[in-house]
């Protein structure tokens, strides 16, 4: 981001905007930006044509509860949604829009994937989890609430979208 102040040009990193933005929000330390020791990540052990493949996301459903919750859960890909409530998150305003949920939420690409045989098959629900100042919350509350159920749904591989 460049910035204009007394007629000098500033470029202001991500980092720093970030710790601005929180420290604009009344958060008494600064962000700390996470830093895994060990990847969490596990080696696909089937081709990506044969695997459920499931959607995680930080935008909720633009409806009166979706707006309201701030917990994981999970929203059926059929229909796929019109809107997303992303007015409390922060993201770019100015550049960008989230009108277009296809852009963001790739749920009909999936589908024709799923048609074309390029993955097995689209889960049928997408999960929705909250943009959290705690890493602490994300790691030992969401995350395992999500996993159990990808468990539960038989999903093999998740396509994480924040936003």
């Not at 009344?26 to 596990?42: C, E, H, R, V």
């Not at 080696?43 to 919750?69: F, H």
């Not at 997408?126 to 509350?141: A, G, H, I, R, W």
Request: proline share 6%; glycine share 4%.
């Amino acid at each position: 981001m460049t910035a204009l102040f007394d007629e000098k040009i500033y470029d202001i990193s991500y980092i720093e905007r970030t710790k601005i933005f929180y420290q604009a929000q009344g958060y008494s330390s600064d962000y700390k930006w996470a830093k895994n020791d060990t990847t969490p990540i596990a080696k696909m052990t089937k081709n990506i044509a044969d695997c459920r493949v499931g959607l995680i996301t930080t935008a909720m459903p633009d409806t009166e509860s979706g707006q309201n919750r701030r917990d994981v859960y999970s929203v059926k890909c059929d229909p796929i949604p019109n809107s997303m409530y992303t007015n409390e998150l922060s993201w770019d305003k100015g550049a960008t829009h989230t009108k277009d949920v296809g852009s963001f939420l790739p749920i009909a690409a999936l589908k024709n994937a799923e048609k074309e045989k390029l993955i097995g098959k689209t889960a049928p629900n997408f999960y929705t989890v909250p943009t959290d100042y705690s890493q602490k919350n994300t790691t030992d509350l969401d995350s395992p609430r999500i996993f159990e159920q990808f468990i539960e749904n038989k999903i093999d591989v998740a396509i994480l979208v924040p936003l």
